[in-house]
């Protein structure tokens, strides 16, 4: 998980601080009256089941608060159309599929199922939405992990053995027909990414030139936060705090997979949520994977396919998908980096791990 770090004035309380100063408060406005240097607002909202914080900078506070609430209403409606687990767009299309049926897909939901289809194949299986059925067997699909255990072998085999994959589906225009009617059809790893590009879109056409849209630590920043580049810090996998942080270029997407995000422990073991296609089981040695890309859903399909690949397999992964700035932390503490990414991180804590640099040129 990532966090943005604007030092100015915004609309919304700083965290962890409720109770503001009144008499500071009313200083502080008396004090920004009368100048006119660009504000940043801030705004934040449910959504995904998540925290959805949005910062502009620079713009007329009338038009920021009318990006707030197109938002807010994008949100709700790609939650609605997307949702895997609650009668949506999405499961009418899970639902056709199970029962051997074609189906006119959605205009909200075809372009996930295309773009989805290609970073599949892209990534080598490793990021593969068609695991629904799986996730479902772990239960990663709901958040009360109560009294939690693995699944048995043989369920998690037998699914393993019916082969999901984004290439059983075949798309003819918006028709949609599966081969395998045991493709289950969950955006969890990509939908925030793509989503999170086109709201960031919609306000851009509004004119705002300075934003970042955040869900839940992961966001697209565009633009700059005045004389200053938004600076991202990036969540440490096992303690509260930054790890690391990165300051970002014109319009680039920073995404983090980990295993500290949902997960529940049986007998000593951490079961957490991204799972393995190839073996059905969460993967292993990795504690989180964070990726910087121009494309957030690329970036968000890539954070979860590296985090799968792990600390030995990740690099030829990450050159498959295109993407170049990587840093990936293995269960040992240690910091993988590309070339690229060491060149742009700073850690933040006194004592950086041992950074592992692979070059990829
Ligand atoms: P992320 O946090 O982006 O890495 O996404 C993790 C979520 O994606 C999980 O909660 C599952 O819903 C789903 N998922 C788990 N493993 C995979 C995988 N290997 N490929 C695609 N989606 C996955
Ligand atoms: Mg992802």
Redesign the pocket.
């Known amino acids: 998980m990532a966090s943005t770090q604007p030092q100015q004035t915004t609309l919304a309380p700083p965290r962890g601080s409720l109770y503001v100063n009144v008499a500071t408060l009313l200083l502080i406005t008396a004090m920004l009256a009368g100048c006119d240097r660009p504000r940043t607002y801030e705004n934040q909202f449910l959504a995904f089941g998540t925290l959805v914080e949005i910062t502009i900078h620079g713009a007329e506070r009338e038009l920021a608060e009318m990006a707030f609430e197109v938002a807010r209403r994008d949100f709700a409606h790609m939650h609605a159309a997307w949702h ?1 687990w609650q009668p949506s767009a999405l499961t009418r299309v899970n639902t056709a599929i199970a029962a051997g049926e074609s189906i006119d897909v959605d205009a909200d939901v075809l372009p996930l199922i295309e773009r989805a289809k290609s970073l ?1 194949r892209r ?1 080598r299986g ?7 059925r ?2 479902e067997l772990w239960g ?2 709901t958040d009360d992990y109560t009294g939690r255990r693995p699944p048995s072998d043989a369920r998690i085999r037998a699914l393993i053995d019916q082969n999901p994959s984004m290439d059983d589906l075949t798309l003819e225009g918006s028709q949609l027909s599966s081969t395998n009617p045991n493709v289950q059809l ?5 939908a ?2 793509y989503g999170i590009g086109l709201v960031a879109e919609h306000l851009r056409a509004m004119g705002i030139e300075n934003l970042i849209v955040n869900a839940g630590g ?1 966001l697209r920043a565009i633009g700059a936060h005045g004389d200053r580049p938004w600076r991202i810090g990036i969540r440490h996998p096992r303690e509260q705090g930054v790890f690391a942080s990165v300051e970002t270029d014109g319009d680039e997407s920073v ?4 295993d500290y ?2 997960y529940f422990e049986f007998k000593d073991t951490r079961y957490h ?5 190839r073996s059905g089981y ?2 292993r040695h990795t504690t989180s ?1 964070t990726v910087i890309h121009t494309n957030p859903g690329v970036a ?2 890539a ?3 590296l ?2 690949a792990g600390p030995s397999h990740w690099p030829a992964v990450a050159q498959a998908m295109g993407v170049r700035d990587v840093m990936l932390i293995d269960d040992q503490g240690r910091a993988h980096l590309t070339a690229s990414m060491a060149a742009r991180v700073e850690f933040e804590i006194d004592l950086p791990p041992k950074a592992v640099v692979h070059d990829r040129s």
């Open positions: 895997a599949s990534s490793l990021f593969n939405p068609a695991i629904g799986l996730v990663f699909h969950d955006f969890g790893a990509y925030k990414g992961d995404f983090t997979s980990g995000e949902r949520h991204i799972l393995d296609p969460p993967a994977v968000d399909a954070a979860t396919a985090f799968v």
